[in-house]
């Protein structure tokens, strides 16, 4: 299975910083990459899929960018609302698989 | 507007079989490229993804878990079921159904349902 490496695995950020989350494939996966956002208790939220493409209703201060093995995701200005925890997955070959997840915290 | 749903037990013993159902709507299983995936969570931990279920009713599974899961789907009813086998302590968490569309991106999640395997 292609395994999927996050990081960093936390960090802590302010309300209007510019963060950059990265995600690392074990082989080349093209543009089949996804960003979910889940907070406590929720099941994950669709971000970002095929790598860039904004899914439907997610600010655009999200922003996705990368394709064979390192992808990043991108947010413009931090919101209360952004602090979560965010996961890449690959869907180019099954089984598909997570990477270990990035929590967000506030600083 | 597409909905999904877990539903089966909250508890099970060790060495027994997990069955969970997938209930939807707001689209239709037996059209093309539509899938169903089924996503776990242990507490406090990263998803990890278990298995899928396509239009055509091709499937897909977890390759670390492959010999323990069975997935089916009863199209009339809208529903996608996950069996597990020899459910051990470590199978705890919280199980999801997702939409897969086209591209392959899981576009809607259920809540997800908490299974605690226990003696």
């Known amino acids: 299975a292609i395994r999927m490496t996050q990081s960093p695995s936390s960090f802590s950020a302010s309300t209007g910083d510019r963060v950059t989350i990265t995600c690392r494939a074990s082989?080349?996966?093209?543009?089949?990459l996804a960003w979910y956002q889940q907070k406590p208790g929720k099941a994950p939220k669709l971000l970002i899929y095929?790598?860039?493409t904004l899914q439907s209703g997610v600010p655009s201060r999200f922003s996705g960018s990368g394709s064979g093995t390192d992808f990043t995701l991108t947010i413009s200005c931090l919101q209360s609302e952004d602090f979560a925890t965010y996961y890449c997955?690959?869907?180019?070959?099954?089984?598909?698989?997570f990477g270990q997840g990035t929590k967000l915290e506030i600083k | 507007q597409v909905t999904l749903r877990e539903s089966g037990p909250a508890l099970v013993k060790p060495t027994q079989t997990l069955t969970l159902t997938c209930t939807f709507s707001g689209f239709s299983l037996s059209t093309s490229g539509m899938c169903v995936s089924w996503i776990r969570q242990p507490p406090g931990k990263a998803l990890e993804w278990l298995a899928l279920i396509d239009w055509d009713d091709d499937k897909y599974y977890s390759t670390s878990l492959k010999t323990r899961l069975t997935i089916s789907k009863d199209t009339s009813k809208n529903q996608v079921v996950l069996t597990m086998t020899n459910m051990d302590p470590v199978d705890t968490a919280t199980y999801y159904c997702a939409r897969r569309i086209a591209g392959g991106s899981l576009d809607y999640w259920g809540q997800g349902t908490l299974v605690t395997v226990s003696s």
């Open positions: 997955q690959q869907y180019y070959s099954y089984s598909y698989t």
């Open positions: 082989q080349g996966i093209s543009s089949y």
């Open positions: 095929a790598a860039s």
